[in-house]
């Protein structure tokens, strides 16, 4: 791949960039049912043998379908606001379907196997996949293939939150080592809480800075030009 070669917009080439990514999202979430297989008799004699049997994938694949649809929504919404892609923005969100080709892999693990290692295999996939979507749009925002540039602010608060969802799987780590791999997957729902969190915090610190900018002061048009012109006349008569 020509790494000079620039796609705006409006070229062919921009929107199959796009849908190529799309298409690879579409594919890893549509595996990640297979990772659900047990279909012999005894694990469907009954509900309780099917949650025995096939509950933990069905978890493992829950999960694994809100992280899935949650990247593909965030890569997205960002690829598309580009103004241009070039060769290294897309090898960039290429080694970010690296990562999401993999989780249906780490997910049927997850599922099958109540060890710590497959808790911690995944959770290092998830973060580094996170980590390399949100560097994507640092790089693409640096070298101005973004419509906009970041503010400061919304640099720093970026950051912030580009760090929450890896210390949270990476943290799982431990827990899975010595509590339990289950203890370690329910910590992960945090995240339904920190988010949202700290949403409203940006929101209302972006407010702040808002009402904190000065007022640009009204220009001076001819007229009142003309009229401050007069005004010591109009006194002295």
Same mark, same amino acid.
């Given at each position: 791949?020509?790494? +000079? ?193 700290? +949403? ?38």
């Amino acid at each position: 791949m020509a790494q +000079g070669k620039t796609f705006h917009r409006d070229d062919l080439e921009f929107a199959r960039a796009v849908t190529f990514f799309d298409a690879i999202f579409a594919f890893a979430v549509t595996l990640l049912i297979t990772t659900v297989d047990d279909f012999s008799p005894d694990a469907w004699s009954s509900l309780q043998a099917l949650k025995d049997t096939n509950g933990p994938s069905l978890l493992a694949f829950a999960i694994s379908f809100v992280v899935v649809v949650s990247f593909w929504r965030a890569n997205h919404r960002e690829v598309t606001r580009f103004m241009a892609l070039d060769g290294r923005t897309i090898l960039l969100n290429c080694a970010v379907m690296f990562g999401v080709v993999l989780i249906p892999f780490t997910t049927e693990a997850l599922g099958k196997l109540d060890l710590p290692l497959p808790v911690a295999v995944y959770a290092v996939v998830i973060s580094a996949t996170y980590l390399m979507q949100f560097f994507v749009v640092l790089d693409a925002d640096r070298r101005g293939l973004r419509g906009t540039r970041m503010s400061p602010r919304q640099l720093r608060w970026d950051v912030g939150n580009a760090v929450i969802l890896p210390l949270v799987f990476l943290g799982s780590i431990p827990v899975a080592y010595l509590v339990s791999p289950g203890w370690a997957q329910r910590s992960w729902i945090i995240l339904a809480v920190l988010y949202p969190a700290i +949403g409203r915090q940006e929101a209302a610190s972006a407010r702040r800075a808002h009402a904190a900018e000065p007022v640009d002061p009204k220009p001076v048009t001819a007229d009142d030009h003309a009229a401050g012109e007069n005004a010591p006349e109009e006194n002295a008569g």
